[in-house]
């Protein structure tokens, strides 16, 4: 495949994806493609990438902005862009006792198309300059500062001491991006700004790829924190634009990173605590899980609020139904109601006689014991009435409205997970009637293969992680919810057994739902994917899970060298935590690589390897 092929084919690429291509029109650029020089900085919210050609004095070169959102990894669609390029005091062709030189300025109102800004502008001496870059959108800024060389008249492609610009877009950063973290939930960061001295305006950017197996060269690239309200310049002492040069790295366009699903991430330096895979189910807790039986043979009806339902929520206490008992032998309805009037006749004469040997009483006419005798006899006739009127009331609705039987209540409070029975079945008794859960406490049920246990120290929590949530701690596919004593989970049980079928150890861990984004969608008898803590932990390097690659059985990452450059790393990888892999190697503190879409820029790199190497935009 030669170099013709892989720009047909860079393109395709570009037009299946829905992109256009930023040189596929008409430009000015006046370099050959081999001389154009990059640049690429970060803020805390903006990626810039720059394209330009060796500046020279006198001479109008245009310069290509490409601006990329951090958050989501998409072109910034509006904005307006200014570029001021300043002499540095001392330069060439600078008089110092003339004061501050004067700045040239240039600006665009808003991209030529979404994240692709143009904007030219002239030097009008040599020497070394400060290019100063800002966006703005309202309130929200962003700036950049570089230092570039602008070469005499005659000299192009050369720096202002003579040495030629290679063509490379890696780029060799002054700046070191540090993110330590004193665990996996807190973490500081700390930044270490190197200078840049001229004379490294005198070294081709290949040098840094020469030596970047050697990892001594500083990380690609350097961060800037820039927020709405801030306009912070991203260095006190602004890197060079580097120009490119022939190395093993793989261009992936911007245009095909905004139409991808791609994003990158800083190497950082954290917590990671050991883990081993297990199959988890979520369940009720022991007290929030209840079966509700029928006590009696009997017929069931709804209660006045209707018949339950799953998913219906219900209050401990709450009547669910009744039980209305089939009537045996000779009873009927009639024979109840007669019963009742006998009842209610014999309390009648029976609150008579005490009250007639009450009086008697009184007079010493009677001895005690007649009276006791008679509060006894009346006494049994009320309890003789109410029994009546129960067993009526069994099968008929009470003058208050209630409905007929035995009242079937809910135990706790919580949700009907399931109803065993329809109204009006008649059921046996110790029949199970309703399945009730409460989801205030759920429970962790993690099952670990038998051959992992020797690796648990102590189970100090687990995370598990349920596909299809996006919260806080959303990413890799899925919701992350980790339990530990430090978000309210505790450890219930670490078997003692290995289950003879499964060979597995259950280790259970109880948790509030509550107390995470989106636990009020966690189900009881849901299946997920979790891992058991063993206990183990490493302060180390670390890398998204989604920026590891298996090429041929040895894991590869891809850093970020440039704005459309990235270079494959081989890693040897340690813990993993939830959606990060510590690495031993391969990479340095601050330096970023692909988390989303490494697979694609892995395509890219066995097409330019087919294609012969070819680097850079067509110009």
């Given at each position: 495949?030669?170099?013709?092929?892989?720009?047909?084919?860079?393109?395709?690429?570009?037009?299946?994806?829905?992109?256009?291509?930023?040189?596929?029109?008409?430009?000015?650029?006046?370099?050959?493609?081999?001389?154009?020089?990059?640049?690429?900085?970060?803020?805390?919210?903006?990626e810039?990438?720059?394209?330009?050609?060796p500046?020279?004095?006198?001479?109008?070169?245009?310069?290509?902005?490409?601006?990329?959102?951090?958050?989501?990894?998409?072109?910034?669609?509006?904005?307006?862009?200014?570029?001021?390029?300043?002499?540095?005091?001392?330069?060439?062709?600078h008089?110092?006792?003339?004061?501050?030189?004067?700045?040239?300025?240039?600006?665009?109102?808003?991209?030529?198309?979404?994240?692709?800004?143009?904007?030219r502008?002239?030097?009008?001496?040599?020497?070394?300059?400060?290019?100063?870059?800002?966006?703005?959108?309202?309130?929200?800024?962003a700036?950049?500062?570089?230092?570039?060389?602008?070469?005499?008249?005659?000299?192009?492609?050369?720096?202002?001491?003579?040495?030629?610009?290679?063509?490379?877009?890696?780029?060799?950063?002054?700046?070191?991006?540090?993110?330590?973290?004193?665990?996996?939930?807190?973490?500081?960061?700390?930044?270490?700004?190197?200078?840049?001295?001229?004379?490294?305006h005198?070294?081709?950017?290949?040098?840094?790829?020469?030596?970047?197996?050697?990892?001594?060269?500083?990380?690609?690239?350097?961060?800037?924190?820039?927020?709405?309200?801030?306009?912070?310049?991203?260095?006190?002492?602004?890197?060079?634009?580097?120009?490119a040069?022939?190395?093993?790295?793989?261009?992936?366009?911007?245009?095909?990173?905004?139409?991808?699903?791609?994003?990158?991430?800083?190497?950082?330096?954290?917590?990671?605590?050991?883990?081993?895979?297990?199959?988890?189910?979520?369940?009720?807790?022991?007290?929030?899980?209840?079966?509700?039986?029928?006590?009696?043979?009997?017929?069931?009806?709804?209660?006045?609020?209707?018949?339950?339902?799953?998913?219906?929520?219900?209050?401990?206490?709450?009547?669910?139904?009744?039980?209305?008992?089939?009537?045996?032998?000779?009873?009927?309805?009639?024979?109840?109601?007669?019963?009742?009037t006998?009842?209610?006749?014999?309390?009648?004469?029976?609150?008579?006689?005490?009250?007639?040997?009450?009086?008697?009483?009184?007079?010493?006419?009677?001895?005690?014991?007649?009276?006791?005798?008679?509060?006894?006899?009346?006494?049994?006739?009320?309890?003789?009435?109410?029994?009546?009127?129960?067993?009526?009331?069994q099968i008929?609705?009470?003058?208050?409205?209630?409905?007929?039987?035995?009242?079937?209540r809910?135990?706790?409070?919580?949700?009907?997970?399931?109803v065993?029975?329809?109204?009006?079945?008649?059921v046996?008794?110790?029949?199970?009637?309703?399945?009730?859960?409460?989801?205030?406490?759920?429970?962790?049920?993690a099952?670990?293969?038998?051959a992992?246990?020797?690796?648990?120290?102590?189970?100090?929590?687990?995370?598990?992680?349920?596909?299809?949530?996006?919260?806080?701690?959303?990413a890799?596919?899925?919701?992350?919810?980790?339990?530990?004593p430090?978000?309210?989970?505790?450890?219930?049980?670490?078997?003692?057994?290995?289950?003879?079928?499964?060979?597995?150890?259950?280790?259970?861990?109880?948790?509030?739902?509550?107390?995470?984004?989106?636990?009020?969608?966690?189900?009881?008898?849901?299946?997920?994917?979790?891992?058991?803590?063993?206990?183990?932990?490493?302060?180390?390097?670390?890398?998204?899970?989604?920026?590891?690659?298996?090429?041929?059985?040895?894991?590869?990452?891809?850093?970020?060298?440039?704005?459309?450059?990235?270079?494959?790393?081989l890693?040897?990888?340690?813990?993993?935590?939830?959606?990060?892999?510590?690495?031993?190697?391969?990479?340095?503190?601050?330096?970023?690589?692909?988390?989303?879409?490494?697979?694609?820029?892995?395509?890219?790199?066995g097409?330019?390897?087919?294609?012969g190497?070819?680097?850079?935009?067509?110009?």
């Amino acid at each position: 495949m030669n170099d013709s092929l892989w720009h047909r084919l860079q393109h395709w690429l570009i037009e299946a994806l829905g992109g256009e291509h930023p040189h596929a029109d008409d430009h000015d650029h006046d370099a050959d493609p081999e001389e154009i020089l990059t640049a690429t900085r970060w803020t805390q919210d903006v990626e810039l990438f720059l394209e330009h050609p060796p500046l020279v004095a006198g001479e109008s070169a245009e310069l290509l902005i490409f601006l990329t959102r951090l958050s989501d990894f998409s072109p910034l669609h509006r904005g307006r862009v200014t570029a001021s390029l300043t002499p540095e005091l001392g330069s060439e062709g600078h008089d110092s006792a003339r004061g501050q030189p004067a700045a040239i300025a240039a600006e665009v109102a808003e991209p030529s198309r979404p994240g692709v800004y143009r904007l030219r502008l002239t030097p009008d001496r040599a020497g070394h300059h400060q290019l100063a870059l800002s966006w703005a959108d309202g309130e929200t800024t962003a700036r950049f500062a570089l230092k570039v060389s602008v070469a005499q008249p005659g000299t192009r492609g050369m720096h202002a001491d003579g040495h030629t610009h290679a063509p490379d877009h890696d780029q060799r950063a002054e700046h070191e991006h540090a993110h330590e973290h004193a665990d996996a939930d807190a973490h500081a960061h700390a930044h270490a700004d190197a200078d840049a001295d001229d004379d490294e305006h005198d070294h081709e950017a290949g040098d840094a790829r020469d030596h970047g197996h050697d990892h001594d060269s500083a990380p690609a690239g350097a961060h800037d924190h820039a927020g709405d309200s801030h306009q912070q310049w991203d260095h006190d002492h602004p890197a060079p634009a580097q120009p490119a040069a022939a190395g093993a790295s793989v261009q992936l366009t911007k245009e095909q990173q905004w139409l991808s699903d791609f994003a990158t991430a800083a190497v950082e330096r954290r917590l990671l605590r050991g883990s081993v895979p297990a199959t988890g189910v979520l369940r009720a807790s022991a007290d929030g899980d209840a079966h509700v039986t029928a006590p009696i043979d009997a017929h069931l009806r709804p209660a006045a609020g209707g018949f339950p339902y799953t998913g219906m929520q219900v209050a401990a206490g709450q009547t669910l139904a009744y039980l209305v008992p089939r009537l045996s032998g000779e009873a009927d309805v009639a024979g109840l109601e007669l019963a009742v009037t006998r009842a209610e006749t014999a309390l009648d004469l029976a609150r008579q006689e005490r009250e007639r040997l009450d009086a008697l009483w009184e007079d010493r006419s009677i001895p005690f014991r007649e009276v006791l005798q008679a509060r006894g006899d009346e006494d049994v006739a009320a309890a003789e009435l109410s029994a009546a009127r129960r067993r009526l009331a069994q099968i008929q609705r009470t003058e208050e409205g209630e409905g007929a039987g035995v009242p079937v209540r809910a135990p706790i409070g919580g949700v009907v997970a399931r109803v065993e029975v329809a109204p009006g079945a008649f059921v046996e008794e110790g029949a199970r009637l309703f399945h009730l859960v409460s989801p205030e406490r759920l429970w962790l049920d993690a099952r670990v293969a038998e051959a992992d246990i020797g690796r648990i120290q102590t189970p100090v929590g687990a995370w598990f992680r349920v596909r299809g949530l996006h919260g806080a701690e959303a990413a890799g596919g899925g919701q992350v919810f980790v339990l530990t004593p430090a978000t309210g989970a505790r450890l219930v049980t670490y078997g003692a057994m290995v289950d003879p079928e499964s060979r597995t150890v259950p280790v259970v861990l109880e948790f509030a739902p509550s107390a995470y984004d989106n636990g009020e969608r966690l189900r009881v008898g849901q299946s997920v994917g979790a891992r058991v803590y063993t206990g183990e932990a490493s302060h180390t390097l670390v890398v998204p899970a989604g920026a590891l690659v298996n090429d041929a059985g040895a894991d590869v990452v891809y850093v970020q060298v440039g704005g459309d450059r990235f270079e494959r790393r081989l890693v040897h990888t340690g813990l993993r935590d939830r959606d990060l892999v510590g690495v031993h190697d391969g990479v340095r503190l601050g330096e970023r690589v692909v988390s989303r879409g490494a697979y694609l820029v892995h395509l890219a790199a066995g097409a330019e390897a087919d294609a012969g190497q070819h680097h850079g935009h067509d110009h």
